[in-house]
């Protein structure tokens, strides 16, 4: 079975997003008249196929549907998908040697900063970690000579902006490659390559599916040597995802842009609600001014995102009482579902950071995030409206 003729090309790069992500990534239909592609549950393939496929750890039509899409959707050259975002951040780093260095924003992901320090660290890549909001952190990308520079943008949990375009001139002169974890943004509004980034990556469990329902991970590029060392990544470290999550996560993909503006305008009147409303003493929201780097944000990203952090001065009992209390916001880690989740740093993600060290970065006992999903705003606003009210002397 080859490829289907009639579907529209990855290359073709005249179609809004929108419109791109329905019509992209859907080979492999034959001759049978589907309109969505099945899901092909093959660990291997007959030798010759003119398609090239040999075995699944190495490339299925699910991943290459899927690599399209995102291809398009971040607008890259390539795009290679793993298991999870975890996956995707193993493959990158792995590309590394002993005596290398990765200069890292301090507030990137924790699963990223444990791999760093617990994993390869014994193999002797060294990582340092730096504020990149402070301008004078960039000139170490120069002094330090490092092999990657890896930033976030929003940062988990505070949502501070780091300037993509700024940081990626200063890498441009040097060995350094740029590695953008576009997840907490999306693919929908924040395009790192084209602010000069080296490689995007997105743990595609968040919007990109979206439903909460799989994992998964893409490595996006426009240099046709680092997808080589992506494809060899994935299978030679045996990264690749499963073809029916691949399939989910690109039926995820055809709604991500209405999703993400949904939950962008829902985060945004919500946030509106928790600074002037509810009077809350910080929340912070990349498109309200009160943001440290409100004109960043705008500049760099079409709308805020679905993130909001808020404290909410009260004691740690106070806040849970007020987290069990909502009804629509289920206490859980991740984001970027149809559902709204909350999740209470300083007992869940930090809880085994020390509280003087969880206080120095900001993270007090009473910092909630909310990853709002696409429920009507209405029934959110009076969920959370309610269950401050009913827990104020808590
Ligand atoms: C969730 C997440 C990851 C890890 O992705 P998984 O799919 O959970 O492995 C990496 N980076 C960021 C910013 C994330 O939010």
């Not at 705008?298 to 806040?319: N, P, W």
Request: a negative charge; glycine letters at 8%; one cysteine or more.
């Amino acid at each position: 079975m080859t490829a289907d003729s009639d579907h529209p090309s990855a290359s073709d790069r005249s179609a809004h997003p929108e419109t791109a992500a329905i019509h992209t990534g859907l080979g492999f239909k034959g001759d049978t008249g589907a309109v969505i592609p099945p899901v092909y549950m093959t660990s291997t393939f007959a030798h010759g196929n003119p398609e090239g496929f040999d075995y699944t750890r190495s490339g299925n039509p699910n991943f290459r549907n899927l690599g399209e899409q995102l291809a398009i959707l971040e607008k890259a050259a390539h795009a290679q998908v793993f298991a999870s975002g975890v996956s995707a951040i193993t493959a990158v780093i792995s590309t590394l040697k002993s005596g290398d260095l990765v200069l890292a924003e301090e507030n990137v992901y924790g699963c990223t900063y444990r791999m760093l320090a617990q994993v390869f660290e014994k193999f002797g890549v060294r990582t340092r970690y730096v504020d990149f909001t402070d301008r004078a952190n960039w000139e170490l990308i120069e002094e330090l000579d490092p092999a990657l520079v890896w930033i976030e943008s929003p940062t988990n949990p505070l949502l501070k902006i780091i300037d993509i375009q700024g940081i990626a001139e200063v890498a441009k002169g040097t060995n350094a490659s740029l590695v953008v974890d576009n997840t907490f943004a999306s693919s929908i509004l924040q395009h790192p390559l084209e602010l000069g980034a080296d490689l995007t990556l997105i743990s595609t469990t968040k919007y990109t599916n979206g439903h909460s329902d799989c994992l998964g991970g893409a490595v996006c590029t426009n240099s046709d040597e680092w997808n080589e060392k992506m494809i060899f990544a994935q299978k030679a470290l045996g990264l690749q995802p499963s073809p029916f999550d691949s399939w989910l996560v690109a039926r995820g993909a055809r709604t991500e842009a209405l999703r993400v503006q949904r939950h962008s305008e829902n985060a945004l009147a919500l946030a509106t609600f928790l600074e002037n409303e509810a009077g809350l003493p910080l929340v912070r929201y990349p498109f309200l001014e009160s943001h440290p780097q409100h004109a960043l944000a705008k500049q760099q990203m079409s709308a805020g995102g679905g993130i909001i952090v808020a404290d909410l001065g009260r004691s740690v009992e106070g806040t849970v009482a007020f987290l069990k209390k909502l009804e629509y916001f289920t206490m859980a880690e991740s984001l970027g579902g149809i559902e709204s989740l909350v999740c209470h740093p300083a007992s869940m993600t930090h809880a085994s950071v020390p509280r003087e060290v969880r206080e120095q970065v900001g993270i007090t006992d009473s910092l909630v995030r909310f990853s709002v999903g696409i429920e009507h705003i209405d029934d959110l606003i009076a969920d959370v409206r309610e269950a401050l009210a009913a827990t104020a002397d808590a």
